[in-house]
């Protein structure tokens, strides 16, 4: 089978700058060295310029972007400016560089109008599935109110799948949702999981004045909202400080959040002060540094619709770096890190709190755990296994383009 000879792609990218998303840069990456070339339209970073170019094939055009908050105005203000502008400057990109496929990364789930104004004009639509967005609001606002929105995100979540040429999801978890609430042909859609990859992320040397913190060292990567379990983190530390006796723990929480204030003042309430650190965004090579000088790593999303059906890559980044985990007993967590970690019965932080002092108490455990994670992920789990499935599915994509366009039949 030979591909079509359009390898042009635009890039639809909301919920972060391409310099904090790990999933699109690790894909745009790959279809760089596959021979694509890539027009990215994403929010620009502090101090980044409008324009970048990456390498040969990768394009950067940043917009500012909106002020961030919390609630339903505020994301529709958020999705609303996003997606306008994101339109307009995809007018631009198509008069000077062109693209022959519109590739949409949720959140929103809103890009299908980008998608489908350009199906008008014969380009492809592929829609990346990173996130249950109706399941994840659900999480951040359970209220009768939002039961509405949550009606209103799935109709547009069904419309972005059908409107699309091609799914790319993370987990046979998504592909199943698809399937089944989309109705989405399974030959529609491409597993691409996320996956570290082993040239950013892998041990180096411990940092010693960090080392010399605590006697044990806990990690936690990520972004800290309101659905990825933060307060069953605090409250885990607590338990192991003032009642499990184990006062000789530093915790480090990598990663940005607007919450931070409220976390703050819980870790205050819950006299933990001495024992956790937030550090905000930090590079790639501080995050490592970090990481491969704690002991155990956290994983304490608790379970609901959302969290139940997600991938994370923090996960397969601390087996990666050889670092036994600690987590809440979900599905996806299960088929990711299999032996490298202890899972606590759902939502129980009190044993969330147990399992981190039973691997404090046993390193050989800690050892074996390592031994696993590393074996997993470079036999199965790591970026260069995955990459090839979003080739083939990119090169599937254009060659039946290129030999019948949708909707057309096949002559006799």
Not at 246 to 265: E, F, P, V, W
Not at 304 to 316: A, E, H, L, V, Y
Not at 373 to 401: D, F, P, S, T
Request: charged residues 25%; glycine residues 6%.
């Amino acid at each position: 089978m030979s591909p079509s000879t359009n390898k042009r792609i635009l890039m639809l990218l909301e919920n972060n700058p391409y310099s904090e998303d790990i999933r699109v840069k690790h894909e745009a990456t790959a279809l760089d060295e596959a021979g694509y070339t890539l027009s990215i339209i994403c929010p620009r970073p502090k101090n980044g310029k409008f324009y970048e170019e990456i390498s040969d094939g990768i394009s950067l055009f940043q917009y500012p972007a909106p002020i961030e908050g919390e609630g339903l105005l505020a994301y529709i203000w958020e999705y609303g400016y996003s997606v306008t502008v994101m339109f307009f400057l995809s007018l631009w990109v198509a008069l000077w560089k062109g693209f022959d496929v519109v590739h949409t990364h949720n959140p929103p789930d809103f890009m299908f109008v980008i998608g489908g104004f350009y199906k008008l004009f014969g380009k492809q639509f592929v829609f990346d599935h990173h996130d249950l967005a109706p399941e994840n609001y659900m999480a951040r606002f359970d209220s009768d109110s939002s039961k509405l929105v949550h009606r209103f995100l799935i109709s547009c979540e069904k419309l972005t799948a059908k409107m699309a040429d091609h799914l790319i999801v993370t987990n046979e978890s998504y592909k199943e949702m698809n399937q089944i609430r989309s109705d989405i042909s399974p030959d529609r859609i491409t597993i691409v999981r996320n996956g570290p990859d082993e040239e950013r992320i892998h041990p180096v040397e411990p940092d010693p004045e960090l080392r010399a913190q605590a006697g044990t060292l806990l990690g936690y990567v990520g972004i800290m909202g309101p659905q990825d379990g933060i307060e069953y983190l605090l409250r885990s530390i607590q338990i192991l400080v003032h009642e499990l006796k184990q006062t000789d723990i530093y915790c480090i929480l990598i990663g940005k959040s607007n919450q931070l204030a409220h976390y703050r003042s819980m870790v205050n309430e819950l006299a933990i002060n001495d024992h956790i650190c937030f550090t905000g965004w930090i590079s790639d090579e501080e995050l490592v540094r970090i990481l491969s000088t704690v002991d155990i790593c956290l994983v304490p999303d608790p379970s609901n619709p959302f969290n139940d059906r997600c991938t994370m890559i923090k996960i397969m980044e601390y087996m990666a770096l050889g670092k036994p985990i600690v987590a809440f007993d979900l599905p996806e967590h299960r088929y990711s890190a299999q032996d490298a970690a202890l899972y606590a019965r759902n939502n129980n932080e009190a044993e969330f709190a147990a399992h981190i002092n039973t691997l404090i108490l046993h390193p050989k455990m800690r050892r074996a755990m390592s031994r696993a994670g590393k074996r997993r992920v470079r036999n199965v789990l790591a970026w260069h296994h995955q990459k090839n499935n979003l080739i083939a599915a990119y090169e599937q994509l254009l060659y039946i383009k290129h030999q019948k366009p949708i909707g057309e039949p096949q002559s006799s």
